[in-house]
């Protein structure tokens, strides 16, 4: 493990640095563009171009790693990125910033692609789960250390998206220093929508309807913060807390999924979510305000691992990495979606618009979860779960490397029972 570790330090340096910029920025983004006047469907707008850029960088990163390299392509990406951070500097206009969020979300799914493969690729059976742990530790200790350098003083105002763009830039350093060669990387094929959604319809619909949920309150939760009277550090400090205890939550509820039917999770989150946006309607003092979101992310964000891990449940190994394709695009579809529609609804109704559409959400996940328990028995046999980021891409690569071992060990199988045959 020390070896594996010492061996990867280069890429986990690199992405945590990502993922605290990342986190900076999006919360930066709607804090200060609330400040410079922008109306909330132009914050809606500009945030929703970042997981529309994302369905164009899932299909077309890939390719270029496949062409140029893991850290060619990782530093030209990271480049970019950096640029639309200082271009967000230079520039206080709607469509500028909206480019360069669409920018920044063809890129990131592209690196995050690069670092999971390499992982894979470099690490062994027996400490794959332990260097994974600590990959997803830092896709979730990342965007909350982001989210709360945004109550940092900056005077001028620029210093702040300044730091984005130094801290992307610096992402590439450890990786171009570091003397571990990248491993191979083949293009996964892709499943249709339509074909996983016969597999598996609760994982399609589920990850639909809690991808909108889940960018809608990420996005909006400042903007309603400070609708509700607090400040934008305060409002950030509220994100902080939700993206924390989301991180924390991850495990036990993957724990209590692989135990049992995880249709009856996704019920049971929803139901929790739900609630939690009912006690917020009800009461909007500022400790359930934070409270309320708190249990809301924690019963969210663990909903498209648990999707995606009753999909893998009734797939071929040979299926997983076409799936998970077919899973990026419903996850960004459903990011669109909720960055585009959240935003709008903090003012509606006296800001209680938001968080009915939100529990509304939680509600239809349980539905789905119930019509489908009617319909079909649970898989006798589950597989493993999938972490998610606070708020992010599915994991492609390690669902790739997963399968190349499934594939392998399997042909090792074959290739000896061929051979005790002959014997």
Known sequence: MKRALFENWALFLGMLLLMVANGLLSTLLTIRGNDLGFTDFTISIMQAAYPAGALLGTATAPRMVERVGHIRAFSALASLVSIAAILHLLTSDPYSWSAMRFLAGVCYPGMYVITESWLQAKSENRNRAQILSLYFMIWMAGPAI???????????????FGAVSILISL?????????????????????PVRKLYRVSPMAV?????????????????PLYAIYAGLSAAEASGVLV????????????????????????????LALIGACACGWMLLDSSRTALVAGFAILAGASLPMYAVCTAHANDQLRPSQIVPASGAMAFILNVGQFVGILVGPNLVSVADGKGFLAMIGGLCVMVALIAILRRTQQEAPEE?????????????????????????EEEQSNADEFAGDSSTS
């Open 171 to 191: 992402s590439i350093v450890p990786l171009l220093l570091s003397g571990n060669k990248a491993p191979d990387y083949e293009v996964p094929d892709r499943m």
């Open 146 to 160: 982001g989210t709360a350098m945004v109550a940092l003083p900056d005077p001028t105002g620029n210093a702040l």
């Open 205 to 221: 619909l589920g990850n639909m309807v809690s991808a909108i949920a889940v960018a809608a309150w990420f996005i909006t939760l």
């Open 382 to 406: 589950t597989g493993s779960l999938q972490a998610m980021a606070v708020i992010g891409a599915p994991q492609t690569g390690v669902l790739q490397a997963e399968s190349w071992i499934a």
């Open 241 to 268: 807390v939700a993206m924390v205890v989301g991180a924390v939550v991850q495990y036990p509820v993957g724990w209590i999924s692989d135990k049992t039917d995880r249709r009856l999770v996704l019920l049971g």
